[in-house]
């Protein structure tokens, strides 16, 4: 996820949801992913776009969300997920990806598109909004000069998520799959902003949402999964998270830039 600057959008950009597959802001998005990702080879492909917003699933809603200029032009975007689970949980939205062009980095463009998501989630009765993300600890060297070469500081990509409200959450989480011989991926951390009915500041919300329902963590994650790995394999991945949590109720949300303390008290796990 990687997220403009704090400032204002200017006024002639807008946000909008792409559903025609022949819309031409899907190929738009996919030159700016592949542009802005260091790896974009892990990245959901852009020939799949069309097929994701065009399927009917009550379980999993994918969106594309595009930011553009009055004349056309994209300046960024962003692939989410709408999943949600029964009863009190709610479910909650999932962020595959948003980037934002190297021209209108700063501009707020990355706030806007996020400020979308999650007047998206607030209308479908989600709780909040996951993503995740690279942690500059867990970083290799090749891939932090990697990622230099695209622009992008992972340090500073942090700073701007928690900006937005997003906060990492204190489990072990990794991807399943795309680390070394097809392993899991290591270097992300999970994130999650609550939504907050108030809109009160990040850090002035009420305790409650200083955590979160793990049931709503690996709910959540499993529905994400379901759709890349099977059900099966999925519900595996969840339980094993929950195992790694301790099962707990709720865990706790720490600071955008930080790790969870399961990485930053063992190096080298």
Do not use: C, K
């Not at 942090?158 to 937005?164: E, I």
């Amino acid at each position: 996820m990687t997220p403009a600057g704090p400032h204002p959008t200017p006024e002639p950009v807008r946000v909008r949801r792409v559903t025609d597959p022949a819309d031409p802001a899907l190929h738009a998005f996919g030159v700016i992913q592949e542009r802005s990702y260091y790896a974009p080879e892990m990245l959901i492909p852009p020939e799949m776009f069309g097929m994701l917003i065009t399927r009917r699933d009550p379980q999993r809603e994918d969106r594309l969300l595009v930011a553009q200029t009055r004349g056309g032009e994209v300046l960024g975007g962003t692939l989410i997920s709408h999943l949600p689970l029964p009863g009190p949980l709610g479910g909650a939205v999932f962020n595959s990806f948003m980037a934002v062009t190297r021209a209108a980095r700063g501009l707020g463009v990355g706030r806007a598109l996020h400020r979308a998501t999650l007047d998206g989630a607030r209308q479908a009765g989600l709780r909040g909004v996951f993503a995740d993300s690279v942690h500059p600890s867990r970083q290799g060297e090749e891939d932090r000069a990697a990622e230099a070469a695209t622009g992008v500081d992972p340090a500073a990509r942090r700073a701007a998520l928690h900006a937005l409200g997003l906060r990492t959450v204190n489990v072990p989480y990794w991807q399943p799959v795309g680390g070394p011989d097809g392993g899991p991926l290591t270097d992300l951390d999970l994130l999650y902003h609550p939504l907050n009915p108030d809109e009160t500041d990040p850090d002035e919300i009420n305790p409650d949402d200083r955590s979160v329902p793990l049931a709503l963590v690996t709910g959540v994650l499993r529905a994400y999964w379901t759709g890349w790995l099977g059900e099966e394999r999925a519900q595996a991945e969840a339980q094993a998270l929950a195992e790694r949590a301790g099962h707990a109720a709720r865990v706790g949300l720490l600071p955008g830039t930080d790790t969870p303390t399961y990485w930053s008290g063992s190096a080298g796990r």
